[in-house]
């Protein structure tokens, strides 16, 4: 019994002592595998790392080859147009010696026909300059005497001109005059046989018949009183109407021209900012993204963008995004706190007469117009969007330029369409 209970006690041992290695063994192989992973987990890690350096060193020497190139091709525009500017000073050094050099050799030439001229010339000088004074002095009175002549046949000229404008407009007046006299003495003639006949026609009625002709004839004087003022007031609203439409024509083209250079100015702008942003976004792919701080600046000024144009829900997204990158920031939470109220507020909502003009206009979503002006097409679109109405235009100019807005304010191509896509 005991050799039997000491060989069951030395199998239980053994059985143990193997279970004992067998776990031993197991967990050794878990530690080698885990080491293993962490080991492959690394190596991974280290690799991504020295692909991202690899990709940043790539993108930095393409920026500064593209860079480089840009300095190079500035250098030989530089040198072409230094190498232009010395040959066009050569050039003009050559023709001004050349010019200097012919015009010492007719100075010459001249000095020496002077000098024989005044050789051959000093024996009759004095006859000559008699002869020239005598000359001049005669000339001279025929001038004055041609100049005298020529102020008198042009001031009578003037007179007569002035007296045939006088009896032409003496003799307009006149014809104006007698066709009025004329048409006054028919309408005369006509109220006076119009009024004789009325006067026979009342004399073979009876009392009753003259008093409805009397109460006619008063309602006819006074409906060609009124027809007469009628047209009067016509005549006059015509004038007033030419004169406002011509008012409203020069003011209309003041404000293209003053639209036009203004949206100049804002594609300029636009464009600009366009390239900017481009760089930036150039930038920032070459350079290490920045750390948190970045974010919750980027996040604060989206946010008072999205204030200013009282757009409130992107504005409150922005401020809970500058939130999470700086926990408890007092400018976020007090920015948070005023667009909930605002948004809760109708008067955010349904801020002026033209948003509710736009709202009861447009419904949700976004409606596109096709606007042609002169000199440029506008296409609008209107976004109406939890209650708040957004004007997008895209103006076309006939000169090629592109320029895009939000309620009057320039923004890039990629946010027009993004905000306003169906």
Known sequence: AAAKAKAEADALAKKQ???????????????????????????????????????AAKAKAEADALAKKQADEAAEKLKAEAKLKADKEAADKLAKEKEAAAAKAKLDAAAKAKA????????????????????????????????????????KLA???????AKAKLDAAA?????????????????????????????AKKLAEEKLLSALKAEKELADKKAAAKAAEDQRLLAEALRKDKEASLLKKKQEDEERLRNEKLLA??????????????KSTILPKLGDDSKYKEAIRKGDNFMAL?????????????????????????????????????AAVVTDERQRQLLSKYPPGVTEEMIPMDGLVIVKRV??????????EKKIFNWGGIAFFRDGSPITESLFEQETKK
């Not at 000359?135 to 042009?154: F, G, P, S, Y």
């Not at 400018?331 to 109708?346: G, I, V």
């Open 17 to 55: 002592a193997d279970e004992a290695a067998e776990k031993l063994k197991a967990e050794a192989k878990l530690k080698a595998d885990k080491e293993a992973a962490d080991k492959l987990a690394k190596e991974k890690e280290a690799a991504d790392a020295k692909a991202k350096l690899d990709a």
């Open 116 to 155: 024989e001229a005044d050789a051959l010339a000093k024996s009759q000088a004095d006859a000559l300059a008699k002869k020239q004074a005598e000359d001049l002095a005669a000339e001279k009175l025929k001038v004055e005497a041609k100049l005298k002549a020529d102020k008198e046949a042009a001031d």
């Open 159 to 165: 007179k007569e001109k002035e007296a045939a404008d």
């Open 175 to 203: 014809k104006a005059k007698a066709e009025a006299d004329a048409l006054a003495k028919k309408q005369a003639d006509d109220l006076a046989a119009a009024k004789l006949k009325a006067e026979e026609e009342q004399l």
């Open 269 to 282: 702008d636009a464009v600009a900012k366009e390239k900017a942003a481009a760089a930036e976004k150039a």
């Open 310 to 346: 009282k757009r409130y829900a992107e504005a409150k997204k922005a401020f809970e995004e500058a939130l999470i990158q700086k926990g408890n920031d007092p400018y976020a939470k007090e920015k948070l706190m005023e667009c909930e109220k605002l948004m809760q507020s109708d």
């Open 383 to 392: 976004l109406v969007k939890e209650r708040v109405a957004y004007v997008y």
